[in-house]
């Protein structure tokens, strides 16, 4: 699947990124799940701190390298984030670094901050937890971001990330950012599915050459809409996937290309892996047919305001879809 597009300062990112975030159980799978991704021919890794395996990614990336010699770094596009609980400037600073060490490279393509959420920490590698087993927010820093940018700047000037930018973000945010950014954001990874379209906030990313990046493409498989209805198990992505003789997953993937951002599909599952990569042929009658299962919706199915303490979608609340 050789679909790219250009950041707004030019730099090429692959269309199609491997999600790492599944596969954190067991040690060694996220290891063999991204030499097998890499065999196939990703060369897009979405990583994050948090995720807590950028070892393993770092150590596959190496492998992989050394044993296929035409492949090279620069050939690569990695992805990580900052957490939380690092988001004073100095923090951010020792947070690149750490996960440069971890992934054993001298640089990453794309250094994203991971929630618009700056919360206490415990020591760099743990976020404090409240009494009532919650982040600490630090309401000040959450607020105004502007240290946490600063210092995504100063990784960006140092060569350290080829690009900048932020996830999960809103609009509203997202414009207090733009108010101060000397280097304006390239990216904002947030959730796209047919359930949530967002379409107003691609629209406006669009606008303003920051590129969206869909995680939980495929809708997220291990949440239950209240509705009853998994993005799986709707009946006309169905037929349209069936009729074609293509997987449901390698639609929903051809219909986030087709609207013009990237998609993080992750799998754990060789076969999944594999599938998910290959690119199919989508018909403009197929294309408007997601578009009207996707046309007013809004489920989102990530929502970690129980965990965070703190609603980043707060006019969304009672939209959001339960487990
Ligand atoms: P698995 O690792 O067993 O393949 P999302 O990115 O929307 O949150 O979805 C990720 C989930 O989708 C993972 O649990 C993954 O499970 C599953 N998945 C990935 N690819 C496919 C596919 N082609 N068909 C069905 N499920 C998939």
Redesign the pocket.
């Known amino acids: 699947n050789g679909i790219s597009f250009k950041l707004s300062n030019g730099v090429t990112i692959p269309g199609v990124g491997f999600?790492t975030?599944?596969?954190e159980g067991a040690k060694g799978e996220t290891y063999n799940?991204v030499m097998k991704a890499l065999s196939i021919g990703y060369r897009h890794l979405d990583c994050a701190w948090y995720y807590l395996n950028e070892g393993e990614v770092g150590e596959a990336v190496q492998d992989f390298l050394k044993e296929n010699p035409s492949v090279k770094r620069e050939d690569l596009f990695i992805t990580t984030k900052v957490w939380n609980h690092l988001h004073r400037y100095e923090d951010v600073l020792w947070s690149i670094d750490n996960s440069l060490k971890n992934l054993k490279t001298s640089y990453v393509d794309l250094f994203l901050i991971h929630w618009p959420i700056a919360a206490e920490k415990e020591n760099q590698c743990t976020p404090k937890i409240g009494p009532d087993g919650k982040y600490v927010i630090l309401k000040d820093l959450t607020e105004n971001p502007e240290p946490t940018w600063r210092a995504m700047e100063k990784v960006y000037v140092e060569g350290k990330a080829r690009a900048i930018g932020v996830s999960n973000w809103t609009i509203k945010g997202l414009e207090q950012l733009l108010s101060f950014a000397k280097v304006k954001p390239h990216v904002n990874q947030i959730e796209i599915?047919p359930f949530l379209p967002n379409k107003e906030l691609v629209d406006y990313l669009e606008k303003n050459d920051i590129l969206p990046q869909a995680?939980?493409?495929?809708?997220?498989?291990?949440?239950v809409p209240t509705t009853g209805e998994k993005?799986?198990e709707n009946k006309t992505l169905n037929e349209v996937a069936q009729k074609n003789g293509y997987?449901?997953?390698?639609l929903?993937i051809a219909w986030g290309l087709r609207r013009g951002y990237v998609v993080?599909?992750?799998?754990?599952?060789p076969?999944?892996?594999e599938?998910?990569f290959q690119s199919i042929d989508l018909s403009d009658q197929d294309f408007e047919a997601v578009n009207q299962v996707a046309d007013g919706r809004h489920f989102r199915?990530?929502n970690m305001k129980d965990t965070f303490g703190y609603d980043v979608w707060p006019e969304e609340s009672k939209a959001t879809i339960s487990a």
Do not use: E
């Open positions: 999600g975030f599944a596969s799940a599915h995680y939980s493409p495929l809708g997220s498989q291990n949440q993005v799986s997987t449901f997953a390698q929903l993080l599909p992750k799998s754990s599952n076969a999944r892996i599938s998910n199915f990530v």
